[in-house]
């Protein structure tokens, strides 16, 4: 059965294979007791590991009077290789739960950048729920259960449902497309990569904060795509901005999708091969002191943009890293001169600390406490 195994030493939902669907969340915590908050990580862990393999939270009928624990709409249907991640954001760190000393460096308001047009109610958050599955419905079963559960002590704040995952996170995944039409996840931190996971995602245990080690960084960014103008791009530009082929995902300076980008390759006249404000030239570690971030995004919809008449729709970004400092932030900056940027728009952005797996017996974040 498609089963992702919910505890060990990292978290599942970050190197495990990235599944097709994505349901989203990012929550604020509405009490200000301690033990409430204990508490609900207590049922969540719980009802994350039933839902993970593929079990309701609790009695989806019972006697007659009661509410049914769980609310049923994923009963008859696989497990689909659900996994549920959680994070913490800065919030949850200030004076309200005696958590303050406990905020790791890593975790801070990501910057302003150049272009960004966040909007506040649909960014932050003081926690957060990733759910990723093979059917949407499951997804979405997990996020609506826990948000359920939350009640009294969290709020939902946004929440995002994606369609189609737009990178790959092992080396047998075929690389699925963006919806600008280019494949997506090519040159990706691999999550049977021991090495670069060790390097480039995992916290290590020389972090300030003891209860991190082994988890991991997750930036989210909601990028609303010009989808309009893109289809009315002629081909060769599309492929100037990536500076790789469409329909094979090379890079302009090979034939194949695999084959290594040259950037320093010139042309007769002295241009470089792969454009100085190529995508794929500006995000490469070769331009970023080697780093790397682990991409496990998704497509969005939300229909129609009311006031242009336009699709609503992007790319909802993920990102796992070690630390976001060394990792989304500078690779960011330097796609300040991007030349995607005329194409896209940063619509929101998230920075949560996933920690480590529960360990047998452990809830959520529980070295934390
Ligand atoms: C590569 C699309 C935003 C980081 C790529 C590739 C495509 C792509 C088609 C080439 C294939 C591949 O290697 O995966 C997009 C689109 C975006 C977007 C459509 C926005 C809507 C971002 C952002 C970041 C980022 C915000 C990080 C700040 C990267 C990295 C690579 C990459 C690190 C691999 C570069 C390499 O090593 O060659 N992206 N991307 N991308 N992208 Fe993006």
Redesign the pocket.
Known sequence: PAVVQFRGAHQAGIATPAQDRLAFAAFDVTTTRRADLIDLLQRWTAAAEKMTRGEPVGSVEGIEESVPADTGEATGLAAANLTITIGFGPGLFDDRFGLAGRRPEALRELPAFKGDELVPPISGGDLCIQACADDPQVAFHAVRNLNRMGFGVTAMRWFQLGFGRT?STTTSQQTPR?L?G???????VNGDDARDLNEHVWVGSDTDQAWMSGGSYLVS?K?R?GIESWDRDRIGDQEAV?G?TKVE?APLTGKREHDV?DLAAKAADGTPVIPAHA??RL???DSNGGVK?L?RGYSFTDGVDPLTGQLDA??F?I?FQSDPATG?VP??RN?GTDA?NEY?KHMSSGVFACPPGAAAGEYWGQRLF
């Open positions: 990178s963006n600008l280019f494949k997506d996840g090519t040159k990706n960014r990028i795509m990536f790789r995902g980008p995508h794929i995000a490469s570690p971030i991409r992007g790319l970004f990102c989304f690779v960011q796609l995607l896209i």
